[in-house]
């Protein structure tokens, strides 16, 4: 593992893959940053951070004969390493709201954004894009779901510590990944995914809202809602939201 520590920088994802355009960058390369000026979520959301007071770091991974239809584990892989590591710190009510927000209730602590190098029909390496909101006390009034883990815990956690307990976890789940032990990934994913089996108040992109229950995710990774009529119906992301959050 080699980790670079970096002041302030755009994006740790963008300073990553720079990097492995010029050169060659050894697996589980981790770049952190004391300040990201220009961090992204999903689909180019903005991930706003107050400098030195949290997690933003990217990991760079060869995955090794991942097929692209099975993305989703990738995704499960990284998802649960970071709720693991947060769950060791004993935070309330923690899940992964899909496809891979870490809440505490309904307060997101974590966002993640992987993005794929593919090689034919392959996933052929990663950059693994982590955000955790850690001793940051104050949030834009914008982002009222924001939070981190000391305004819940009301104390401050050491960022070195935690930055390593989920390299720790993500290399273990990864070479879970790479044995194609998915039904492993899947059934720890499942059963921590935010509302599964909770009749829920839903809103979709048009802003319809609608009654159902979050049942699964689909082989290419979609979200499977049961609807009221017992009809299953999938979404993509961006495709539905929760009318509450």
């Known amino acids: 593992m080699k980790i670079i520590k970096l002041n302030a920088i755009d994006s740790t994802n963008t300073f990553?893959?720079?990097?492995?355009?010029?050169?060659?960058?050894?697996?589980?390369?981790?770049?952190?940053?004391?300040?990201?000026?220009?961090?992204?979520?999903?689909?180019?959301?903005?991930?706003?951070v107050e400098s030195g007071k949290n997690l933003t770091f990217s990991v760079f991974c060869e995955i090794f004969d991942l097929d692209i239809?099975?993305?989703?584990?990738?995704?499960?892989?990284?998802?649960?390493?970071?709720?693991?590591?947060?769950?060791e710190l004993k935070l309330p009510n923690l899940s992964?709201?899909?496809p891979n927000d870490i809440l505490s209730?309904?307060?997101?602590?974590?966002?993640?954004l992987i993005e794929n190098s593919l090689k034919g029909s392959k996933i052929n390496s990663s950059v693994i894009g982590i955000g955790i909101n850690v001793n940051q006390d104050i949030?834009?009034?914008?982002?009222?779901?924001?939070?981190?883990?000391?305004?819940?815990?009301?104390?401050?956690?050491d960022l070195d510590v935690l930055l390593e307990s989920v390299l720790i976890k993500l290399q273990l789940n990864l070479v879970v990944l790479k044995r194609k032990e998915y039904h492993l990934l899947e059934e720890v994913y499942l059963k921590v995914l935010y509302?599964?089996?909770?009749?829920?108040?839903?809103?979709?992109?048009?802003?319809?809202?609608?009654?159902?229950?979050?049942?699964?995710?689909?082989?290419?990774?979609?979200?499977?809602?049961?609807?009221?009529?017992?009809?299953?119906?999938?979404?993509?992301?961006?495709e539905v939201s929760f009318a509450n959050l």
Not at 29 to 41: F, I, L, P, S
Not at 69 to 87: D, G
């Open 195 to 238: 509302k599964k089996n909770v009749p829920t108040m839903f809103k979709n992109n048009q802003n319809i809202l609608f009654m159902g229950k979050i049942i699964g995710v689909s082989k290419n990774g979609n979200l499977q809602i049961e609807l009221e009529n017992e009809t299953i119906q999938e979404f993509g992301l961006k």
């Open 69 to 87: 239809s099975n993305h989703k584990y990738l995704n499960y892989c990284v998802s649960i390493s970071v709720f693991k590591a947060l769950q």
């Open 16 to 48: 990553l893959k720079d990097m492995l355009s010029k050169m060659p960058v050894e697996d589980f390369t981790v770049a952190v940053a004391n300040t990201q000026t220009e961090g992204r979520g999903q689909m180019d959301s903005e991930w706003v």
């Open 139 to 157: 949030f834009l009034e914008n982002l009222p779901n924001a939070s981190s883990i000391k305004r819940i815990l009301k104390k401050e956690v």
């Open 96 to 98: 992964v709201k899909w």
């Open 105 to 112: 209730g309904n307060k997101k602590l974590a966002g993640i």
